[in-house]
């Protein structure tokens, strides 16, 4: 018992570790356990397998100190991170590129599973990157929006479109160094030509590279896939639902989505509420089809529909523990493939629906922007049918499910302040709320479950320090009842007061991971305003519990655009003193920020408290 509370914070993740132990489901945690002692050359980014006069280990200062080609631990440390980097932006922005597909569909009439729900917000974005809308059609915008965001991708002469929402300042240092990001795709191939072997040797030259690549994915990739979901599936507004495992239900058809793009999970959900199908589920003798999210799929569901969260990247294993879910629908990233044997201990099925993504032992129907409405009809069809061979007596669900307030989107959020960001800034001026801090990114066995998004969030808020979050993290602060206005009590004076007024809680979810674009676009707005840079804000970020490539994207882009990050889990780029002493410091003399990692969330939330400070006293403003 005591092991299983060192496992994670959660309640319903520890009832539901006992019972997959007892189920005989393997976890992540078991096989974590199993795994150790992990590779101590690759955690520190020292082994290479680029080509096949490989692989190579480094040994720094020993005769093994070169690969065969003559790399040093310097390039080799360097070039890992940099594809680390180039995978995860890929990752962000093919999710971005199947949204404007989606788009693109749409505007040719090429589809019947998707319409333009937000066309103020269509308008208004098409405006601002120089589409002229007067006296056009609907479609005609959306294809104009289309076929110019296609080109963001591609060949393109010039920067990507929205980096121009960064402040000036921001741009010219970009230009300076080099690194103001081209076509997306561009930047991602041009990372991978860099890292074969013999080419680019230079740690610094890599870094800065990476840089682009990272800034890509925030200002271009990622910020197009939230843009393109607000415009396809509504802007988020303030929104309540619920949150853990307990809103799985015993008596009804549990249909879970898993993984990224709001596609397939709003067509799901399109289905879910058809009153047919909730008539046919009562045929099959349950009270009706819960749809709940897991991960940013759930996320996306969350923010812009209110649908249920059921847990975080490692509560995907313990969701299907319960015995109570019929069926796990999912698209790409972050599905682990131990899902497969899980399920198999229960009636349970898991459906791949992305040509990208399939699992063996799992079902494959595959979505497209034009079969997305029928295959979804199949699919719920198919968990009702499932829902009869549920057996009842191994159905466990371990807690009562917490309320949650989601939908914060950066329109949302000017809208509560009323229209301006004045007050936003007002307060920050007088010091009521001392600064803005990002919470994002996932959970990683190495750490307890939850326990640093956690602790981290109620550091910060306890020091008058708003919080947005996003991402698996922001599941573990719903968790907490931290996204409840009630949890104002646990928030300083300044930061309570601000909540009461407006009726917010002091940590607001802003999404999905690809809408930590989000943040970097209020960044942006609030730097403009202020006539500064993002680096001279007193904001910071972090990835307490961080595991993915497109983590270390996003922790990239937010140094790369001038906020400090503070990471819980180390990167594998301590083999190189040259890479480690830059990212932890010598980049502040480049971009204007850097890293810190430190795993001890009191001393994250110092670290980070310490950075806003320091900032607010150069700004003239009280500390
Ligand atoms: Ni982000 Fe979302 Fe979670 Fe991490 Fe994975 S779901 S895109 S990568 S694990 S926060
Ligand atoms: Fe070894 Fe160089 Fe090939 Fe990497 S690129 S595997 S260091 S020879």
Redesign the pocket.
């Known amino acids: 018992q005591e092991e299983i509370e060192e496992l994670s914070i959660c309640k319903d993740a520890q009832i539901m570790i006992e019972k997959a132990e007892k189920d005989g489901v393997v976890t992540v945690w078991d096989r974590f356990k199993a795994q150790q002692p992990q590779c101590t050359f690759c955690k520190q980014g020292l082994s290479c397998r680029n080509c096949s006069m490989g692989p190579c280990r480094i040994l720094p200062g020993k005769e093994r100190s070169l690969g065969v080609c003559g790399a040093n631990a310097d390039t080799i440390v360097a070039r890992n991170f940099g594809r680390g980097v180039a995978a995860g932006a890929a990752?962000?922005s093919d999710h971005g590129r199947d949204l404007l597909e989606t788009l693109d569909a749409v505007a040719n009439s090429d589809t019947q599973s998707y319409e333009i729900r937000d066309v103020e917000k269509l308008i208004r974005i098409a405006n601002e990157l120089g589409i002229k809308t007067e006296g056009k059609e609907t479609l005609q915008i959306a294809k104009e929006l289309a076929d110019l965001l296609l080109e963001e991708f591609g060949i393109k002469k010039g920067n990507i479109g929205f980096t121009m929402r960064a402040p000036e300042v921001r741009r010219k240092l970009w230009d300076s160094l080099n690194i103001n990001p081209r076509g997306i795709d561009r930047e991602v191939v041009e990372m991978m030509h860099r890292t074969h072997m013999g080419v680019d040797q230079d740690p610094v030259s890599l870094l800065l590279h990476a840089a682009r690549v990272s800034l890509s994915d925030g200002w271009g990739g990622s910020m197009i896939a939230t843009e393109l979901s607000d415009i396809l599936f509504g802007t988020p507004k303030p929104v309540e639902s619920k949150v853990n495992l307990g809103v799985l239900k015993k008596d009804e058809v549990n249909i879970l989505v898993h993984g990224?793009s709001p596609i397939v999970s709003e067509a799901v959900l399109t289905a879910v509420r058809d009153k047919n199908n909730i008539e046919m589920a009562k045929a099959a003798g349950a009270n009706g089809i819960n749809l709940a999210g897991?991960?940013?799929t759930g996320?996306e569901l969350l923010m812009r529909q209110g649908i249920p969260m059921a847990g975080?990247?490692l509560m995907t294993e313990l969701a299907i523990a319960t015995g109570a879910v019929e069926l796990v629908i999912v698209d790409y990233?972050?599905i682990m493939p131990g899902l497969i044997p899980a399920m198999n201990c229960y009636h349970t099925k898991m459906i791949t629906t992305s040509p990208k993504a399939k699992f063996p032992g799992a079902e494959h129907i595959e979505f497209n922007v034009r079969n997305a409405r029928t295959q979804a009809q199949k699919l719920v069809e198919m968990a009702i049918e499932l829902y009869k061979k549920r057996d009842k007596n191994r159905v466990l669900i371990p807690v009562e499910p917490v309320p949650m307030m989601s939908g914060f989107s950066n329109e949302a959020i000017l809208q509560a302040l009323g229209g301006s960001l004045a007050p936003l800034l007002d307060a920050i001026k007088s010091g009521k709320i001392r600064g803005v801090a990002g919470l994002?990114?996932?959970?990683n066995p190495r750490r307890k479950h939850d326990y640093c998004h956690v602790t981290l969030t109620k550091e910060l808020i306890k020091n008058d320090i708003l919080v947005l979050g996003?991402?698996?993290?922001a599941?573990a602060m719903g968790k907490a009842g931290l996204y409840m206005p009630e949890a104002a009590s646990l928030a300083g004076p300044g930061l309570s007061s601000v909540c009461k007024a407006l009726n917010i809680p002091p940590a607001l979810h802003v999404g999905?991971?690809?809408d930590n674009s989000r943040i970097l676009h209020l960044c942006g707005l609030v730097a403009k305003e202020l006539g500064v840079d993002i680096s001279d804000l007193p904001v910071a970020g972090s990835a307490p519990e961080?595991?993915?490539e497109?983590?270390i994207s996003?922790g990239l882009y937010f140094v790369a655009s001038g906020v400090y990050t503070v990471l819980g889990v180390t990167p594998n780029i301590t083999g190189s003193k040259l890479v480690t002493d830059l990212a932890l410091d010598g980049l502040t003399n480049v971009v204007g920020a850097c890293f810190a990692v430190d795993t001890d969330p009191h001393k994250m939330a110092e670290l980070m408290i310490n950075h806003i400070n320091k900032k607010r006293k150069k700004l003239n403003l009280p500390v």
């Open positions: 990752a962000h990224h897991l991960c940013c996320n975080n990247h990233q972050c994002v990114g996932c959970n996003t991402g698996c993290s599941v999905s991971c690809v961080w595991y993915s497109k983590a996003i």
